[in-house]
């Protein structure tokens, strides 16, 4: 183990300059960025853009345009972000201005998710007809971008699990906030051994047929969702051949992967938090062989 590991007190205001030593990275970090052909220099940036995304759930003479959010916020530096539809960058490093304040946000129009996160769930192609599950999904901006894929029509639904029950809390305020739920679950659970399946109906429309006999058995519920939408609150959770289409892992996003949490946690700690290849061990039980899965 070397020196770079043991680092548990880091300045972290060093994270924010622009002369932060990358030598503090441990190691093994370092050799990751290598391996993967990454520049290391992208952790001294420290003029980085918000992102935002509009609410698709909106009507769209309600959606604010690329013009609506430079009045709004009164600067120029708004752009699209090219390959993620509905997708804006805002630099707010020469104003006052925060995102709360403009309208927009206030009308629930768009709402904050980092980009690395929007592309993790553009890379799924969601389809409206698609059953998704979003492991790790707290805080929700992951889940209210997918409940706007899979829109209003078709039978898709979204599943999200956490292992935290106050993060999911803040996930279903943020459904809520922004009236993307209707066809979203949560659950609070390990994602390392969830074993729910998706659900067989949407309100009166079938998902997946049952047979007759397995309509006729008495099934208890695997486990009690933490919250359900009208839709779904009553899913039996009746075991089929029915699996996850898409799957969702998100877990490093903000914490494994996390620059702080990296230089702060001794190395078998860290070895210990990285749960995601325990995770990944759990997802051919759920998602189905023509399924895909994004890590």
């Known amino acids: 183990m070397s020196d770079n590991d043991n680092l548990d007190d880091i300045d972290q205001t060093k994270l924010k300059a622009s002369g932060f030593d990358l030598n503090q990275l441990p190691a093994s970090f370092q050799k990751f960025l290598k391996d993967n052909l990454i520049d290391p220099q992208i952790y001294t940036v420290i003029d980085l853009p918000r992102y935002v995304r509009i609410n698709t759930h909106l009507p769209i003479d309600k959606r604010p345009s690329l013009d609506d959010l430079k009045e709004q916020l009164q600067i120029d530096k708004v752009n699209t972000v090219d390959g993620v539809d509905n997708f804006f960058s805002i630099q707010l490093s020469n104003t006052s201005k925060r995102i709360s304040d403009c309208q927009a946000y206030k009308d629930h129009a768009i709402f904050g998710i980092d980009l690395s996160s929007a592309i993790a769930v553009q890379a799924l192609e969601i389809s409206i007809d698609d059953q998704v599950l979003d492991l790790c999904c707290a805080p929700g901006a992951k889940l209210c971008m997918i409940a706007n894929l899979l829109g209003r029509d078709g039978l898709g639904t979204a599943t999200g699990v956490d292992i935290a029950r106050h993060r999911l809390a803040t996930c279903r305020s943020l459904l809520k ?119």
Do not use: M
Not at 191 to 202: A, E, H, N, Q, Y
Not at 254 to 259: K, L, P, R, V, Y
């Open 177 to 295: 906030k922004y009236k993307v739920g209707e066809k979203v679950r949560l659950f609070e659970a390990d994602g390392t051994i969830f074993s729910v399946p998706p659900p067989s109906r949407l309100g009166g429309k079938v998902i997946t047929a049952l047979s007759e006999s397995t309509k006729r058995r008495k099934t208890d519920l695997i486990q009690k969702p933490f919250w359900a939408s009208k839709l779904l609150r009553f899913d039996g959770q009746i075991r089929t051949d029915a699996l996850y289409d898409k799957v969702l892992v998100d877990a490093e996003c903000t914490h494994d992967g996390s620059i702080l949490h990296i230089l702060k946690v001794k190395k078998k700690e860290r070895e210990k938090h990285l749960i995601t290849y325990r995770l990944t061990n759990n997802i051919s039980t759920l998602v189905s062989r023509l399924g895909l899965g994004c890590f």
